[in-house]
């Protein structure tokens, strides 16, 4: 089906069989379903594979440095807050390169997605380990295998006390699309961080790995923290679903001094400074 | 016979940090000025909280002496290490005023006075900084309603007792200048105009600059000696809607900046060489993504960690050289309060205009320091450079300046989009090298304009000059008052205020010299290299500091005097 963020004659880098193609038609279809217009969208991503994403789409983004994506994104809503912004890239540049803004972003809590593909594994520069690989795992540079603890981003996340916090799997459509559409529709720092097969490298965590590694959350209170962080620290398999979610705190750009009063975009406001100016200047005479 | 001190007259007080040099300069320069003097101010202190000794020079005078100069006429030492680490600074003519119990045995001659003592007369230590404060605005025959105003608005929160005491210490302060006036003469002539010109720091005027540019987000991370402007746009920001934010790491900073530029924001972060470094990738992203950002490095001595409260103006290769990959890109080098205030200006208009990283270099002394200068003129309201893009909308035009309309996210029916990877005119990822060299030339291109927009040089000195000492930034006022202490016919002194792109007027300047000397607060002579490689221009000679303080006027004055 046609979607006004299809983006025609695109001459796309992913690998057949990857699970970015699944995310694209995801956040594609979650924003069309939300009726979110193309002139108020921002994406905003990384370096990597899955940080190509917003090249494949027909909206405003700016594709900026590998790790980065929170910090631009921020700025972006904070100087704009009536755009959707969404900030998506891959579990090496969001958790390795960027790990001190993820944990900034959390305890900021700007009202923006990060969407974060995580194949536990570094594609683009075929086949290292990322933050989130296993125990054993072995690569041309980690020869005898990892032997760091994988970072665990929702633990972490709850840990800090995000706002949203939700695990999905690209292999499930429907459901991933239903947590992105929750993400974007919070009002708050939302994570959804998305396993997602690599198929040219990582031979561990393969599609089939994930099916049989992965179960649904059941039964879970997503407002009760102390359940929440339980799930995301228990061992074995991986959950699917919203982990947390609160909604009661305040939001990074609207605590601005420069967005308290007045929320049109910065670029909007009258650059008439003259009198204030001028009175500022005679307190120094 | 009594020490006579004319015109122009340096005051030096000195104490451990925490010891209240700062207070009292806080409480006399504004006075001073608001009586009719003209004043500068310059410190130099530890980078610790407590202990070391910390010194502040205020230099009273009949018209404007707005730099450092080694020479003390009047000396405040606060304790025994005080006294050690001005030394080498103190002659015959200088007058020392000092506790003899708090400085110990010394050979020097020393008014007593007894600050401790009387201070704890009136109620405690913490009043001998408006005892020293009274004393030094005595010297100068300062009406003391001047002092007593300061002193209500300061401390009539906390009651008529304190008020009264704080009172009390100042008369007392009056009380010793008096007796001191019996062995020492000051005579510098007020002039009425003065009250109608500013006291600020290179801070607050960089600060200022960039409220005129429409600077309307900061992100940055504390760092001396960059906190200043930061400190400042936090203070701004309510009144003039600065979104502003400490950011976790420099990286983040400059990411964001760039950010909010892209989102049509006036941005600028402003930092130290060291926060820097970490920025460089950042510079880079806004060349590539064609965003307008001013970068405010406030220069320190390094390598690493440095000196952290010192100066230097070492970073300038830094600025000119950072980020990888070839851009345009302008850099500031204002020496003096006036001109922090509309190069800062400038700089945002340039990054506006042109879309690309712009740089205001400072430093320790120029941010820190107190100048008396005119006020300031508020120039014209900003014109934005963007525009509402169309749904056939491009973000990268090719166009024949390389300069392309710039639109933002949410302002038309288009989208835009931009890349940190080379791109085509949609700001679409491209490795085709037709598309490469078509883009890399576009910006490339915008070089030739902000050339064309290069702030020219000023020459002060003889018109006719065979010898020029040639500067840039902070060492301009130094120079000037060199100059005039040389009384040399034919030198003059060329000051650059823009140092990239070095204006092309540069070479007209250089070939009328005979003799040409470059002085820079550095070892290596950046700005000289700089000048010999676009101009091919080699100097005669040069003079270089970096021992963390900066040229004295004085000091000056000799090299010169053995090099001309």
Known sequence: MANIYDMPGIDNAWCPGCGDHSILHIIKTALSELGISQDNLCMVSGIGQAAKLPQYMKASYFNGLHGRALPTATAIKAANTELTVIAESGDGDMYGEGGNHFMAAIRRNPDITNIVHNNMIYGLTKGQASPTSGVGMKSNIQVDGVFEQPFNPLAVAIALNATFVARAFSGDMEQTKEIVKQAILHKGYALVDILQPCVSFNKINTAAWFKENTYYIENHNPADRNAAFALATREGKLGLGIYYKYDGRAVFEEQLEANKEDKTPLYKRDGDRQAKLENLINAYV | ?564
Not at chain 2, 195 to 217: N, P, Q, R, T, V
Not at chain 2, 257 to 283: I, K, P, W
Not at chain 2, 476 to 496: D, H, I, M, Q
Request: aromatic residues 8%; contains cysteine.
């Open chain 2, 1 to 564: 016979m009594p020490k006579v001190y004319k015109d122009d007259v340096s005051v030096v007080l000195c104490g451990e940090a925490g010891a209240g040099v700062q207070t009292v300069e806080n409480v006399v320069s504004k006075i001073f000025k608001t009586a009719g003097f003209s004043l500068f101010t310059s410190k130099e202190y530890m980078s610790r909280i407590r202990g070391g000794s910390n010194s502040t020079q205020i230099r009273v005078s009949s018209s404007p002496k707005n730099c450092y100069c080694d020479r003390i006429d009047v000396c405040i030492p606060l304790d025994k290490d005080a006294l050690k680490h001005l030394y080498g600074r103190i002659t015959n003519d200088t007058t020392i005023i000092a506790d003899k119990e708090a400085v110990g045995e010394t050979e020097k001659h020393i008014i007593d006075v007894p600050f401790s003592k009387y201070a704890k007369e009136i109620g405690g230590a913490i009043y001998s900084n408006i005892i020293a404060s009274g004393v030094i605005l005595g010297l100068f025959k300062v009406d003391f309603a001047h002092l007593e105003k300061v002193i209500r608005d300061s401390f009539s929160k906390k009651g008529d007792e304190i008020v009264n005491a704080n009172i009390r210490a100042g008369k007392k302060g009056y009380e010793i200048a008096e007796m001191i006036l019996k062995d020492v003469q000051i005579e510098v002539a007020r002039d009425e105009k003065t009250c109608e010109k500013m006291l600020l720091s290179g801070a607050d005027a960089i600060g200022l600059g960039a409220l005129a540019g429409g600077c309307d987000f900061i992100s940055s991370y504390p760092m001396t000696p960059g906190t200043g402007v930061f400190a400042f746009m936090a203070k701004s920001q309510k009144e003039f809607g600065v979104a502003v934010e400490q950011a976790e790491d420099e990286i983040a900073a400059i990411n964001m900046s760039v950010g909010a530029g892209y989102a049509g924001a006036r941005s600028m972060v402003s930092t130290s060489g060291g926060g820097f470094a970490l920025m460089c990738e950042g510079v880079s992203l806004a060349a590539m993504t064609e965003t307008p950002v001013v970068i405010h490095i406030a220069q320190r001595p390094g390598p690493a960690t440095g000196l952290p409260t010192r100066t230097e103006q070492a970073d300038l290769d830094l600025a000119l050289y950072a980020g990888h990959g070839e851009f345009p890109r302008a850099i500031f080098a204002p020496g003096n309060p006036s001109d922090c205030f509309y190069m800062t200006g400038k700089a945002f208009d340039i990054a506006d205009k042109y879309q690309t990283p712009v740089f205001i270099l400072s430093d320790q002394y120029i941010t820190d320091s107190l100048f008396t200068c005119p006020s300031f003129k508020v120039p014209e309201p900003q014109i934005k450079n963007i525009v509402k893009t169309s749904p056939d909308y491009v973000r990268y035009k090719i166009t024949p300046n390389g300069v392309s309309p710039r639109g933002v996210p949410g302002y038309g029916s288009g989208v835009a989009c931009a890349d940190s990877d080379e791109h085509d005119e949609t700001g679409r990822i491209t490795e085709s090298e037709n598309m490469r060299v078509l883009m890399h030339e576009k910006r490339l291109k915008k070089y030739d304009l902000i050339l064309n927009e290069a702030e020219e040089p000023e020459l002060h000195g003889a018109s006719d000059y065979e010898n020029l000492v040639v500067c840039w930034g902070s060492t301009v006022e130094v120079l000037k008052e060199a100059l005039a202490l040389l009384n040399y016919g034919r030198t003059a002194v060329l000051y650059f205020k823009q140092v990239f792109p070095l204006p092309r007027s540069t070479r007209d300047y250089l070939q009328r010299a005979k003799k040409i000397i470059f002085v820079e607060n550095n070892a290596n002579g950046q700005f000289e290299t700089l000048v010999r490689s676009v101009t091919g221009f080699k100097s005669s000679g040069h003079i270089h500091k970096y021992d963390g303080l900066p040229f004295s006027a004085d000091k000056a004055a000799e090299e010169l005097r053995k090099i001309l």
